[in-house]
C-alpha cells in the first residue's frame, strides 16, 4: 500500500521508510482488506499532518505462539503531533485536533475511530504516543496465524463482477485521500467510466463551471470546502441540468446523524468506505442509467 502514497510524499518533499524484521514469516493468515485499511487510515493522516521530514513504517514481532505471531505496525511521523489533552480522545468521532488545523489540512474524519474498530475486530489493539510539535507514533497490534503463500484470490473475484455497462459514464470524484482515490480509479478504470478527480469543494465548483458530468461522487471531509457546503452550493447553481446532478455521498461510517445531513444537503445517496464494488456499481447505474 506504500507505492500509493509516493507521489504525496514526493510532492511535500517527505520521505517514506519502511522496514521489516527478518523474524516475520512470509506467509501470514489473517485479513489483509482490514489491514490495509487500518494501514491506509494511519498513513494517509500521518502524511497529512507533517509538512516536511519523513513517515516511517516499522513491522516488528513481537511473539511468537507457534502456530500465531503477534505483529507490531508503528508508523511516525514528524508532523504536528497531537497535545496530551488530545491523545485520549484521538480515536473518538468526529474529533479534530483543532477547527484551524481542520481548515488546513482536512479532519482525521473518522479514519481513527475506524481503524480502532478494525483493529479490535480482529482481537487487535491501536495506540498513540505523540508530543505536540515533535510528531506521532500509532502503534497497531494484531494477531496472524502462520501459512503458506497462495495466489491472492481478491483479483479473480474482482474480475468476475458483473457488468452494467457504465461505459462512458463521467464521473467527478471529489477526494483528497491518495489511497481512496487509487481505488475508486482501479473500479472506474475497469468499469469504462471517464473519472476526473479533484480533491475538495472548491475544486468540485471550479470543474463544475468548466464541464459536464453525469454524477458526483463527493467525500464528506475534504479541507477549505466539506462535502456538505459543496453539494448545498451544487444545489443553488443556475444551470438545471448542473444543479440536478446526482451526488453520492462517500462517508466512512453510515452513523443515523450523517445519513441525515447527506440528505439535509441535497445529496441523493451514500456508500460507505470501504465501499462495496457491487454496491457502488449498482448505485451509479441507478442514478445515471434507469
Avoid at 503477534?70 to 496530551?84: R, V
Avoid at 482525521?108 to 482481537?123: F, M, V
Avoid at 467527478?172 to 485521500?177: I, P, Q, S, V, Y
Amino acid at each position: 500500500p506504500l507505492e500509493s502514497f509516493k507521489v504525496t510524499a514526493q510532492n511535500k518533499g517527505i520521505n517514506i521508510e519502511a522496514s521489516i524484521e527478518e523474524t516475520i514469516p512470509n506467509a501470514l493468515i489473517g485479513d489483509p482488506a482490514r489491514l490495509t485499511q487500518i494501514l491506509n487510515n494511519l498513513f494517509s493522516n500521518a502524511l497529512k499532518f507533517t509538512e516536511e521530514g519523513a513517515v516511517k513504517l516499522k513491522i516488528r514481532q513481537q511473539k511468537d505462539f507457534g502456530d500465531r505471531v503477534k505483529l507490531q505496525f508503528a508508523i511516525s511521523d514528524t508532523g504536528i503531533g497531537i497535545a496530551p489533552e488530545r491523545v485520549e480522545t484521538i480515536f473518538e468521532s468526529f474529533t479534530q485536533a483543532s477547527q484551524n488545523t481542520k481548515r488546513l489540512f482536512g479532519g482525521t474524519g473518522l479514519g481513527l475511530t475506524i481503524s480502532k474498530q478494525l483493529a479490535e475486530l480482529q482481537g487487535g489493539a491501536i495506540s498513540v504516543e505523540s508530543e505536540k510539535g515533535f510528531g506521532s507514533t500509532f502503534f497497531v497490534e494484531l494477531t496472524f496465524g502462520k501459512g503458506e503463500a497462495k495466489e491472492d484470490e481478491q483479483d479473480v473475484i474482482a474480475e468476475k463482477e458483473g457488468d452494467k455497462s457504465l461505459a462512458g459514464l463521467k464521473i467527478l470524484l471529489a477526494e483528497d485521500n491518495v489511497v481512496n482515490q487509487k481505488v475508486m480509479q482501479r473500479f472506474l478504470e475497469r468499469w469504462n467510466v471517464d473519472m476526473t478527480v479533484v480533491e475538495d469543494g472548491v475544486e468540485v465548483m471550479e470543474a463544475m463551471s468548466q464541464n459536464n458530468f453525469d454524477l458526483i461522487l463527493m467525500d464528506l471531509q475534504m479541507p477549505n470546502m466539506d462535502g456538505y457546503e459543496a453539494s448545498e452550493q451544487i444545489r443553488k447553481m443556475d444551470d438545471p441540468y448542473k444543479r440536478n446532478i446526482p451526488i453520492i455521498a462517500l462517508t466512512a461510517a453510515a452513523l443515523k446523524e450523517v445519513r441525515e445531513q447527506v440528505y439535509a444537503a441535497g445529496m441523493n445517496d451514500f456508500v460507505t468506505k470501504p465501499f462495496n464494488p457491487s454496491d457502488l456499481e449498482e448505485k451509479l447505474y441507478n442514478h445515471t442509467r434507469k
